[in-house]
């Protein structure tokens, strides 16, 4: 689709940290409307009838418009916004790394910008209510091998 993702959640964690964290399902984030959440579900992803149709073609099933998750044999693909990580944790777009395995190109948060991702994400009362405090571990982990235990 012309885009480089960002990969996000505990998947794209396990593979900064190189240790696993029990990813249940991809977080990944496309080009979207940096007011994030405020913009109606179908409208916060750009090129989302592409998205959906190229899921679709994988074999995937789009099963929650709001999350814009699909599913396929018990693996779950979540799409969330990038463009709504500057205000929502204070990472710039500009300083994420790019990455590439095995042809495919993506951008992926330093331990820093994971730092300041999970803390804001660790405010946000819906993912307080439906991440089972998993965040707030990464959280303790990634204080300790930044110096950070006392902030």
Do not use: C
């Not at 964690?13 to 007011?35: C, G, L, M, Q, Y």
């Not at 660790?122 to 571990?137: G, H, L, R």
């Amino acid at each position: 689709m012309g885009i480089h993702p960002l990969l996000m959640g505990s998947l794209g964690f396990e593979i900064r940290t190189k240790r696993s964290w029990n990813a249940r399902d991809i977080d990944i984030h496309v080009p979207s409307d940096p007011r994030g959440w405020a913009v109606p579900d179908d409208k916060r992803i750009h090129q989302r009838e592409q998205l959906i149709a190229l899921m679709e073609k994988l074999g995937f099933v789009f099963t929650d418009p709001h999350e814009h998750e699909f599913q396929r044999d018990g693996i779950a693909v979540e799409f969330g916004g990038l463009h709504s990580l500057p205000e929502f944790a204070g990472v710039a777009l500009e300083d994420l790394e790019e990455m590439e395995d095995k042809g495919v190109r993506y951008y992926l948060p330093n331990l820093e910008q994971y730092l300041k991702i999970y803390l804001a994400s660790s405010k946000d009362s819906y993912q307080a209510e439906n991440n089972n405090n998993k965040d707030f571990a990464k959280i303790d982990y990634l204080k300790e091998i930044l110096g950070k235990s006392n902030e």
